[in-house]
């Protein structure tokens, strides 16, 4: 559900001694991609779909949740499975052609992206289904706790015009601010904000990080904020904050961005393959098809490198030493 503009960034196992030749091709995919943006339409890790190699490569997205599940995943492929491990940060929607090209082997975490899912599933079986995260995705308008205590009634969409006052910043033009993360995150706001006729103003904080920072400052100072988020996230275990009820989700309901009236469906996320690892990737593929863990797992694991700045290394390491019982389960 969370779109990003086309980025990628190779990452290399740490530690680990490379091949003449693919140390090479590593040094002249940096040198072309400057300091590693590039269009992943056209570039991809080296060490992907390697003939006779022990190796997988993942998809990361930028957000935490899904830095955590690659980190663990990644961990427990090195340090148990003995596989040399690639991932490369890409957007959404690019991810899948690189999937289907065999660049990426796996996409860990998905929102939900049924034109892909059916052009390359369905359609040209390029891409397999590898089951759910275990974790439900949901977006929604968000204010904090400490407002909602005070204001019951802020909670339901019908009153939010009452309070736009409330909600007024520099940015927001005499409106109520609803504070978005990156214009290229997928979002119905500024049509929801038209279609409900709200006195409000959509304000792009820039990015996740810069969303997380803003939030963290007005709840310091126990000021009003009304922000889309999204579950699941570290941060409400900082900054408890509590739904704006929208017109209830039906099916369709969002078909038509420009004419959307109603809340953000719960997604359950998804996993998806690289058709050819699937078949082929041995233990590894066997291994990411029963990864599944919990909302809270992933939220444990997000907070220690979000908040408590561990490496992803170090978070995964500290989760998979006190969580064997759920993990060996996606060795057997």
């Known amino acids: 559900m969370r779109l ?35 269009d992943m339409t056209k570039q991809a890790s080296p060490f992907a779909n390697a003939r006779g190699a022990k190796t997988v490569t993942l998809s990361v997205q930028s957000w935490v949740g899904a830095q955590a599940n690659v980190a663990v995943a990644q961990y427990l492929l090195e340090h148990k499975l003995g596989y040399r491990v690639d991932t490369v940060q890409v957007d959404e929607v690019p991810a899948w052609d690189a999937l289907s090209q065999g660049r990426v082997d796996a996409i860990l975490e998905d929102w939900g992206h049924p034109d892909q899912e059916k052009r390359y599933v369905d359609d040209k ?36 015009n009452k309070y736009a006052s409330l909600f007024r910043t520099a940015e927001s033009g005499g409106k109520g601010q609803l ?48 922000t889309y988020w999204y579950a699941p996230q570290w941060l409400f275990k900082k900054v408890p904050m ?41 233990k590894a593929a066997a291994f990411l098809k029963k990864f599944r863990w919990t909302t809270e797992d992933q939220n444990e694991v997000s907070l220690m490198i979000a908040e408590q700045k561990l490496t992803p290394e170090q978070a995964a390491k500290k989760w998979v030493d006190g969580h064997a019982s759920t993990w060996k389960a996606w060795l057997s």
């Not at 079986?125 to 205590?149: E, K, Q």
């Open 4 to 38: 990003r503009t086309p980025h990628l960034r190779i990452r290399t196992p740490r530690g680990r001694v490379r091949a003449a030749a693919a140390v090479a091709a590593a040094g002249s995919l940096l040198a072309l991609t400057g300091c590693g943006a590039a």
């Open 125 to 160: 079986h390029t891409i397999a289904r590898a089951g759910g995260l275990g974790v439900t995705g949901h977006i929604g308008w968000f204010v904090p706790t400490y407002l909602a205590r005070q204001h019951p009634d802020i909670t339901d969409w019908r009153n939010l």
């Open 179 to 226: 504070m978005d993360g990156s214009p290229s995150y997928v979002t119905n706001d500024k049509a929801l904000v038209s279609n409900l006729k709200l006195d409000y103003q959509v304000v792009f904080a820039g990015s996740e990080a810069a969303q997380i920072t803003q939030i963290k400052q007005f709840a310091k100072e126990k000021k009003p904020f009304l």
């Open 242 to 282: 509590t739904e704006v009820k929208l017109p209830p989700y039906k099916e369709g309901c969002d078909a038509d961005a420009a004419k959307v009236a109603c809340a953000y469906p719960h997604t359950p996320l998804q996993k998806y393959l690289n058709a050819g690892f699937a078949h082929r990737g041995g």
